[in-house]
T-cell receptor, first 117, second 111 residues
Framework: EAGVAQSPRYKIIEKRQSVAFWCNPI?????LYWYQQILGQGPKLLIQFQNNGVVDDSQLPKDRFSAERLKGVDSTLKIQPAKLEDSAVYLC???????????????FGPGTRLTVL | ELKVEQNPLFLSMQEGKNYTIYCNYS?????LYWYRQDPGKSLESLFV?????AVKQEGRLMASLDTKARLSTLHITAAVHDLSATYFCAVDKLAGNQFYFGTGTSLTVIP
């Protein structure tokens, strides 16, 4: 079974530039998550999709971050414009179904390491 | 905001020794997870704990949950070098769709 795919794996940009990350979840997984992991910290949930609808985006800095999941499969996360403090690893995860399932383990992708200069 | 704290943040231990990592969280939780992260790698799920008193074991790792104390522990028995990694606990609170990770414990097992 293929895992969660993310691209690019690494990205270096200058502040005020724009950047986009792509995620392809495990086939059949209805729920998709984007996390931001700053060096030395635990991942922070940015946004959660259930199929193509947003379930929670309370921690997404909406003035510069946006995300979409068209057709309930792939997802993109965009930052525009980037700031120095956005340097982090952006992790995508997917899970099989609704959050209310008995065990709904999240499977994580390899992440995209973003460096903002 | 739900807070999740782990201690210690850094742990260096010799092979063959036992140790426990602690995870405290600030409000009631529906589920608690433990993940492992190797340097430069993504997260791997280890355990999901669903109820008070739940205990799960896999190899040299054993996780437990005390919902009344809002505490989970990850116990390492007879550590080996391959266990060197960062371990995260995460708390899932369905009401409000909250999912929070702890600060992480960086474990180094010394031969």
């Amino acid at each position: 079974e293929a895992g969660v795919a993310q691209s690019p794996r690494y990205k270096i940009i200058e502040k005020r530039q724009s950047v986009a990350f792509w995620c392809n979840p495990i086939s059949g997984h209805a729920t998709l998550y984007w996390y931001q992991q700053i060096l030395g910290q635990g991942p922070k949930l940015l946004i959660q999709f259930q199929n193509n609808g947003v379930v929670d985006d309370s921690q997404l800095p909406k003035d510069r971050f946006s995300a979409e999941r068209l057709k309930g499969v792939d997802s993109t996360l965009k930052i525009q414009p980037a700031k120095l403090e956005d340097s982090a690893v952006y992790l995508c995860a997917s899970s099989l179904g609704e959050r209310g399932l008995y065990t709904d383990t999240q499977y994580f992708g390899p992440g995209t390491r973003l460096t903002v200069l | 905001e739900l807070k999740v704290e782990q201690n210690p943040l850094f742990l260096s231990m010799q092979e063959g020794k036992n140790y426990t990592i602690y995870c405290n969280y600030s409000t009631t939780s529906d589920r608690l997870y433990w993940y492992r992260q190797d340097p430069g790698k993504s997260l791997e799920s280890l355990f999901v704990l669903l109820s008070n008193g739940a205990v799960k074991q896999e190899g040299r790792l054993m996780a437990s949950l005390d919902t009344k104390a809002r505490l989970s522990t990850l116990h390492i028995t007879a550590a080996v070098h391959d266990l060197s990694a960062t371990y995260f606990c995460a708390v899932d609170k369905l009401a409000g769709n909250q999912f929070y990770f702890g600060t992480g414990t960086s474990l180094t097992v010394i031969p």
